[in-house]
C-alpha cells in the first residue's frame, strides 16, 4: 500500500484540549465494509461506550458505518491521540479476534475538528447520524443499528 504523501501534515498543529468537543472520523483500511456485519460493528460500540464509562470521553453522538465511524464526543482525560488510538487498537485486536483477521484494520491517523465554544453541536450530530440515511443503508434513521445520541 503506497504511504499517503501528506498524512504526516494530519498530526502537525494538532492540540487536545480537556472539555472540548470533537468531531472524529476515521477510516478503515483500503475502505473494506468490515462494519457491513452489524455484530462486528458492536465490537467498536463497545470501545466508544467503554471510554464514556470510564469519563475519558464523553460521547455526544457517534455512527458506526461499513467503512467508517463519525464520533461527536468531549475529551474528558487523555489527549486525543491517546483517546483515539487506544480505540482503533482494541477494536483492532477485538475485530482480528473474531474474524480470525490479520494485519491493520485502519488507516492510519483519523480527522477531527475542534468544536468551538459556544458553538451548536446539533448540525454536527445531525449530519453524522444521518449518514446511513446519505448512504442508503437505510429509509429510516431508526433501522440502522449502529449509532447513538445523548438526546435519546
Same mark, same amino acid.
Given at each position: 500500500m503506497p504511504v499517503r504523501p501528506n498524512s504526516h501534515r494530519l498530526r502537525q498543529g494538532r492540540f487536545s484540549e480537556k472539555g472540548r468537543a470533537y468531531f472524529i472520523t476515521a477510516v478503515i483500511h483500503q475502505r473494506r465494509p468490515v462494519f457491513s456485519d452489524w455484530q462486528t460493528?458492536?465490537?467498536?460500540?463497545? +470501545? #466508544?461506550r467503554r471510554v464514556h464509562e470510564q469519563g475519558i470521553?464523553?460521547? !455526544?453522538?457517534?455512527?458506526v458505518m461499513?467503512?467508517?465511524?463519525?464520533? #461527536?464526543?468531549? #475529551?474528558q482525560s487523555g489527549s486525543?491521540? +491517546?483517546? !483515539?488510538g487506544? !480505540?482503533?487498537?482494541?477494536?483492532?485486536?477485538?475485530?482480528?479476534?473474531?474474524?480470525?483477521?490479520h494485519g491493520p484494520l485502519w488507516q492510519s491517523g483519523y480527522h477531527d475538528r475542534a468544536i468551538r465554544d459556544g458553538e451548536d453541536w446539533e448540525?454536527?450530530?445531525?449530519?453524522?447520524?444521518?449518514?446511513?440515511?446519505?448512504?442508503? #443503508?437505510?429509509?429510516? !434513521?431508526g433501522d440502522y443499528p449502529l449509532w447513538d445520541a445523548c438526546w435519546l
Open positions: 460493528g458492536r465490537l467498536l460500540v463497545a +470501545e #466508544l470521553a464523553k460521547s !455526544i453522538a457517534w455512527v461499513p467503512d467508517h465511524f463519525h464520533w #461527536l464526543m468531549q #475529551l486525543l491521540g +491517546e483517546v !483515539i487506544g !480505540i482503533k487498537a482494541r477494536c483492532t485486536h477485538a475485530v482480528n479476534r473474531k474474524t480470525g483477521r448540525p454536527f450530530a445531525r449530519y453524522l447520524i444521518n449518514n446511513p440515511l446519505r448512504a442508503g #443503508l437505510v429509509d429510516k !434513521i
